[in-house]
């Protein structure tokens, strides 16, 4: 089920102990027992016993002492009066510029790990936009950690950033990390994954470049109370070995609201994995919890009709929102940048999955060999526990700069957390790139929405009217003809449409759908359009949201 939300403001954005042996070496000859003196032999045999006894210690549960000592770390922070971390940092670094930020890099020769693991962790300064610390540690393999000291020797100062060096106290901590990894060369360790800003982290595949965000937790997004942003302060990444391709990474999180333990577990392959474990505390009743949030941002694409003076032809991190429901339905929302705050979700008890994709992947579409925009990955998540009913929100906020990211989803549990309550979420996070194949129904290829005068026309109807053109394409819709009986199935709340035509392209495995749209002048019109054959889908659902007073 789908609605569209009401419309409201937003305020603010074990290491193995060497055994010995139980004989005694004479010479490199081993001396058997039976030619020893009692006394030796009482000693030897003491010696074998202590040496079975130390073989026999486990090795410890590293990843589980860790994450139970984090979550009762956040258990016993719920029961506590929330204080916001805050650094004393010298007032040159907390009132640095972009500028002077920009020119302050991790010297990658200093970076934890370099030459010991495939992976490698590079750090970011404190200052600037990020002036609460996050505390560093590193665990070993026997469960021991030790934590991440600020050395200026660390980073690099260049041009206006000059002036800034040997400002920081060694108990300055640092803004956040970034992991490395071999992802597209041998040669080079490229960026994998970054943690920096409140409990924002970025993850890339292989060829891909830096777009949409994940979080740990949102709070009351889009709610007329104002947001709450949870940080996370601390973290704990355990020491890797040497050939391994995964990472994990423990964190606490922390708020007004609620604390949070959580364990991210990071794999590098075909795509780049993130398995999150959360176990959330609350220490208030919480109005709105968004679960698995992603933010990106959309400031045109083929679908808006808002114009902007720009040479590239779309400007995008993401172009849809996509969901298949417990049922099996595949929703493909289309993102929109529209002219006021537009609230909308979906209804579900236990989704298979959702994300926000990237799936238009062409460089013409963008022509933007800075930006990269055909590159950028998309996110799709897959609950692993029972999250129960609920409803999946997409915020989409309006914007005239792509600098300003304006789409925000989450999933938000039915059931309310209250106070002195918990919840554990887990999921999984794969980098996504283009599209998703989750089955063989076509998919939405492109989407259009233009007036719908006709050419020459001498009383053209009002630009508010108009021409919806919708492409499905698929490889199984090759072996159909255009007199196999298609049906468009279109279902339309909040205006009138007419002329509903479906054909099939010249590639002969696509099939467009058309229509002329009348929208209602108090609301925002919601539309929903699939293919059928014979009754039977064949297609997922497009979805679209827009309001005529988008018409400038």
Same mark, same amino acid.
């Given at each position: 089920m789908h609605k569209l939300v009401a419309q409201k403001a937003i305020k603010g954005f074990a290491r193995q102990i060497p055994t010995k042996s139980s004989l005694w070496l004479l010479a490199g000859i081993v001396l058997p027992s039976c030619l020893l003196l009692p006394s030796q032999l009482a000693t030897a045999q003491q010696?074998?016993?202590?040496?079975?006894?130390?073989?026999?210690?486990?090795?410890?549960?590293? #990843?589980?002492?860790?994450?139970e000592m984090v979550k009762g770390q956040a258990k016993k922070l719920s029961t506590e009066e929330y204080k916001k971390v805050s650094s004393e940092l010298p007032e040159q670094l907390a009132e640095m510029t972009y500028s002077e930020y920009r020119n302050i890099r991790f010297n990658p020769d200093k970076a934890i790990w370099k030459d010991k693991s495939k992976f490698e962790l590079q750090l970011f300064h404190p200052g600037f936009l990020y002036k609460n610390p996050v505390m560093l540690r590193l665990v070993d393999s026997n469960a021991?950690?030790?934590?991440?000291?600020?050395?200026? +020797?660390?980073?690099? @100062?260049?041009?206006?950033?000059?002036?800034?060096?040997?400002?920081?106290?060694?108990?300055?901590?640092?803004?956040?990390?970034?992991?490395?990894?071999?992802?597209?060369?041998?040669?080079?360790?490229?960026?994998?994954a970054v943690f920096l800003g409140a409990s924002y982290f970025r993850i890339v595949g292989p060829g891909q470049t830096y777009g949409i965000s994940a979080?740990?937790?949102?709070?009351? !997004?889009? &709610?007329a109370s104002g947001e709450e942003f949870p940080e996370f302060t601390r973290f704990w990444i355990i020491e890797p070995e040497?050939?391994?391709?995964?990472?994990?990474?423990?964190?606490?999180? +922390?708020?007004?609201?609620?604390?949070?333990?959580?364990?991210?577990?990071? !794999?590098?392959?075909?795509t780049t994995e993130v398995k999150v474990n959360s176990q959330i505390y609350a220490r208030t009743d919480v109005e709105k919890l968004g679960v698995a949030p992603l933010t990106s941002m959309l400031? =045109?694409?083929?679908?808006?009709?808002? &114009?902007?003076?720009?040479?590239?032809?779309?400007?995008h991190d993401s172009d849809g929102l996509l969901m298949i429901t417990s049922n099996g339905e595949q929703i493909w929302r289309q993102l929109n940048n529209p002219k006021s705050l537009q609230v909308t979700s979906m209804q579900d008890t236990q989704p298979k999955g959702?994300?926000?994709?990237? $799936?238009?992947?062409?460089? +013409? &579409? @963008?022509? +933007?060999?800075?930006?990269?925009? &055909?590159?950028?990955?998309g996110i799709w998540i897959t609950p692993d526990n029972n999250w129960g009913a609920g409803r999946l929100e997409l915020v989409e906020i309006p914007t005239n700069s792509e600098t300003n990211d304006n789409i925000v989803s989450y999933w938000v549990p039915e059931e309310q957390l209250k106070?002195?309550?918990? $919840?554990?979420?887990? @999921? !999984?996070?794969?980098?996504?790139?283009?599209?998703?194949?989750?089955?063989n129904l076509a998919t939405v290829v492109r989407a259009m929405n233009s007036w719908a005068?006709?050419?020459?026309?001498?009383?053209?109807?009002?630009?508010?009217? $108009?021409?919806?053109?919708?492409?499905?394409?698929?490889?199984?819709?090759?072996?159909?003809?255009?007199?196999?009986?298609?049906?468009?199935?279109?279902?339309?709340?909040?205006?009138?449409?007419?002329?509903?035509?479906?054909?099939?392209?010249? #590639?002969?495995?696509?099939?467009?759908?058309?229509?002329?749209?009348?929208?209602?002048?108090? $609301?925002?019109?919601?539309?929903?359009?699939?293919?059928?054959?014979?009754?039977?889908?064949? =297609?997922?659902?497009?979805? @679209?949201?827009? =309001?005529?007073?988008?018409?400038?």
């Open positions: 010696q074998e016993v202590a040496a079975k006894t130390e073989t026999n210690i486990p090795k410890p549960n590293v #990843d589980k002492i860790t994450y021991g950690s030790n934590t991440v000291t600020f050395k200026g +020797d660390k980073f690099i @100062y260049e041009n206006e950033a000059k002036a800034l060096e040997g400002i920081a106290p060694p108990d300055a901590g640092f803004a956040g990390f970034r992991v490395h990894y071999p992802l597209n060369t041998h040669q080079y360790k490229d960026e994998l979080r740990g937790l949102a709070i009351n !997004t889009a &709610h040497s050939a391994a391709d995964n990472l994990v990474i423990y964190a606490l999180l +922390d708020s007004k609201s609620v604390t949070g333990a959580y364990r991210f577990e990071l !794999t590098a392959g075909l400031l =045109s694409s083929e679908t808006t009709t808002k &114009h902007f003076d720009d040479f590239r032809p779309e400007v959702f994300g926000l994709l990237q $799936r238009d992947t062409e460089f +013409d &579409h @963008y022509s +933007d060999i800075e930006a990269n925009y &055909h590159s950028r990955p106070k002195g309550q918990t $919840r554990e979420f887990n @999921y !999984t996070l794969n980098t996504v790139s283009g599209d998703l194949k989750q089955s005068a006709l050419p020459g026309e001498n009383n053209p109807p009002a630009k508010t009217v $108009r021409k919806i053109v919708v492409d499905f394409s698929e490889n199984q819709l090759t072996n159909l003809t255009q007199n196999i009986p298609i049906e468009a199935n279109l279902q339309v709340n909040g205006g009138k449409y007419d002329e509903l035509i479906v054909r099939q392209l010249p #590639d002969k495995k696509s099939w467009r759908v058309s229509y002329t749209l009348n929208a209602d002048e108090d $609301r925002a019109v919601d539309m929903r359009l699939s293919l059928s054959l014979r009754g039977k889908p064949i =297609s997922e659902v497009w979805n @679209y949201v827009w =309001s005529r007073n988008e018409i400038e």
